[in-house]
Every structure is written in structure tokens, then in C-alpha cells.
């Protein structure tokens, strides 16, 4: 059995426990962190642009994708201790709901996180990430709240019926 554990910087924790308490001792884990094209070419975009062009500074771009990488290792790392157990680290670079639909070809399970409204039950819960790859897997997926589960009471009411 093959479970990929999407790490999300805010809610791996739970991704990781999910993965303790689900995925049976002879399958092979696989933590998954993607990292978008987001902040590193954003700088790099402004940096171009600034005055029409490149003076003297550093461009920046090369800073931000280095510390891009020392978080995902270290996210990483904590992820493969808090584990406890041999796993395969992947990391994946790009629109990040695509690459973890990529990744998750070919596997048993995906493990991965509510990244939307966590205060309430709903469609809302899910951000725009997950639920595309909810959505979009090609395998089942073990979908987590991060922190426990609201109450049932913040579940919206139904909608009136008409007749």
C-alpha cells in the first residue's frame, strides 16, 4: 500500500497523526510537500520591474527559492520524526493542486488537510487547493481537520423545501 501525506504548512500535524493511526505497518509513506510558484517569482517579478530594470542589487529570487527549500526540509524533517517510521520524502515544485494530484497516481491513499474555514462544517472548510484535489484524485483520500472537527451544531441548516 502506497499513502501520500500532503504537507501544508499550517496543518501537516494532523496529516502525519492520520497517517500513524491509518496507514498499515508495511506500506510505504510517501511526505509530500509542494512548493508553488508563488513568492519566489513574485519577487523576482517586482525586482524585475523595478525602474524597467535590473541596477546593481542581488535579484532576489534566488534568496527566497533557497529559503523556500531550508522550510520544506525542515517541514520535512519534523514531518519524518513526528512519523516515527522509514518513509520516502517527495518534494514537487508548481501549481501545487496539480502536483499533488501528480503524485498521488498510482497510490492507495492521500492523506491530506481542510485548508478553508475550520470553525464550522461545510463546503467552506475546504480552500481552493484541496478541493481540487479532492476532486481531482485518482486514488481515495483521507480527508483531516486539522484541529478536531467543529461541533455539529455549526452545521448550516437545511434549506426550505418548497412544494
Known amino acids: 500500500m502506497r499513502v501520500i501525506v500532503w504537507l501544508d504548512e499550517g496543518t501537516?500535524?494532523?496529516?502525519?497523526?492520520?497517517?500513524?493511526?491509518?496507514?498499515?505497518?508495511?506500506s510505504e509513506v510517501v511526505l509530500l510537500h509542494?512548493?508553488?510558484?508563488?513568492?519566489a517569482?513574485?519577487?523576482?517579478?517586482?525586482?524585475?520591474?523595478?525602474?524597467?530594470?535590473?541596477?546593481?542589487?542581488?535579484?532576489p529570487e534566488g534568496r527566497l527559492?533557497?529559503?523556500?527549500?531550508a522550510s520544506a526540509a525542515e517541514l520535512l524533517d519534523a514531518a519524518e520524526a513526528r512519523l516515527g517510521r522509514a518513509c520516502t520524502?517527495?518534494?514537487?515544485?508548481?501549481?501545487?493542486?496539480r502536483e499533488v494530484v501528480?503524485?498521488?497516481?498510482?497510490?492507495?491513499l492521500l492523506i491530506l488537510a481542510r485548508d478553508g474555514d475550520r470553525s464550522r462544517l461545510g463546503?467552506?472548510?475546504?480552500?481552493?487547493?484541496?478541493?481540487?484535489?479532492v476532486d481531482h484524485a485518482p486514488c481515495p483520500v483521507l480527508l483531516v481537520w486539522p484541529e478536531g472537527a467543529p461541533d455539529l451544531t455549526t452545521m448550516p441548516p437545511p434549506p426550505p423545501h418548497h412544494h
Open 89 to 97: 520524502r517527495l518534494e514537487r515544485a508548481g501549481r501545487v493542486e
Open 41 to 59: 517569482g513574485l519577487a523576482h517579478g517586482a525586482f524585475a520591474g523595478l525602474l524597467g530594470r535590473a541596477g546593481s542589487e542581488p535579484d
Open 34 to 39: 509542494v512548493s508553488g510558484p508563488g513568492v
Open 123 to 133: 463546503p467552506h472548510s475546504l480552500g481552493k487547493a484541496v478541493r481540487f484535489a
Open 102 to 108: 501528480a503524485a498521488a497516481e498510482g497510490a492507495d
Open 65 to 69: 527559492v533557497e529559503l523556500g527549500r
Open 12 to 26: 501537516w500535524p494532523a496529516c502525519v497523526d492520520a497517517a500513524r493511526a491509518h496507514a498499515p505497518a508495511a
